[in-house]
């Protein structure tokens, strides 16, 4: 039997401000929630479609699934974890920042390229959506495992405290491929819509940009996650 | 006056099925509307929460703009568009293809990087998400009016025919890095989730890969649209 207080903190569990006070968040879908599962990190409840999921998961109806999802179709397997206790930030020649991302979608899709790129921390303002909100969880595919997002309440200090040169991502910016991007700095990838905060665009030693390959007038703008993708790629390709 | 049969059509293009019969689709927010608007693609609705946004455009309240949205939040302008007719498929050095792609903000993200790297003509296999998906369109940010996307039912005979070398980017290929990617070829990117179909698959002259810098088991893959982003950039970064 699935209690109907259950359903009700599962689908509290969308909003941040239930996420915060109960220190819980929800996955959906078979490959996200074994990354948790594999990882060890405390799961609270653990409702699957599938009777051979996990020991752990109790066994669902379709019908059920359908009530709790923060999706508009279901997964097979959901999951509520604990959220981790903050880590301390390691000291690591590249920094990685984002600020005022406000989708969910792109946050989670920076995360996974993070993992894919070996860097272990994600630092980000204030403003930026919350890495546990469900969609962010979702994109990312689990690789909240292994990077970690600190939300800095002054990110420009923070980015000031570690002496190390500042690149930023900006449309107006000398072309990525005329220079050798170092692995020593700090790459700060801003909200398309609002660029940098006046803080973070006073900070900047460089601005950077994947140029426009349209003679003509073409798109504005890149999506930051694909713009995140070409810097990283440009960052550690090493030839 | 807004008439409950124009909400009920609005709210049936969020079907496929509604969008083929009728030749219509949504589009929402101001940038995308406009770039649709300038394109001058024929404009068959809309409204606007504001009374300055366009000549043609009826004002409405947000009452209204709750209940025709395609997505959870409505956006200050929405447009109904007639879908143009099919175009001619360009011969151009580069072809760039989609096998399976399912989340429609994904393929949004690839035509906006299409746009953004001038390629007119973006390949899609027939079981691709539609682009004309509201999320698609929202995702591509009227890149739209500058890539046209072909659905072809025989994807792979149609790749065979252009007689160029196929590259497909799959995990277990050969490191992009390590190679120029040639400016005279097609490029295709399959669903992360069931890679490529067994004909695609047959038909690759090269697999080529992102390298994954996690010494120990990270992320299985990228996102396609990062992916995509990461290739486009290695082809045309030209240093």
Redesign the interface.
Known sequence: MVRKTQLKQILKLKQKKHRLANGLFVAEGE?TVREFISASWPCKILFSLENNFHPQAQKVDLSVMNQITHFKNPSPVLGVFEIPKPKLLNKMPITIAVDGIRDP?NLG?II??C????IDDLICSFNTVDCFNSKTVH?S???LV?VTCHYLENLSEHLKSLEKPVFGADYRGKSI?SVRLPEFGSYIFGSESHGFSQEINNLLDYKLS?P????TK??????V??????FL??I????
């Open positions: 490959k979608g899709a996974r390229l993992d894919w790129f070996g994109a595919m689990g690789s292994r491929y994947i426009n390959y349209r003679q073409g798109a504005e703008s890149l999506n996650a694909t713009a995140t993708a070409i790629s440009e550690y390709r090493k030839t």
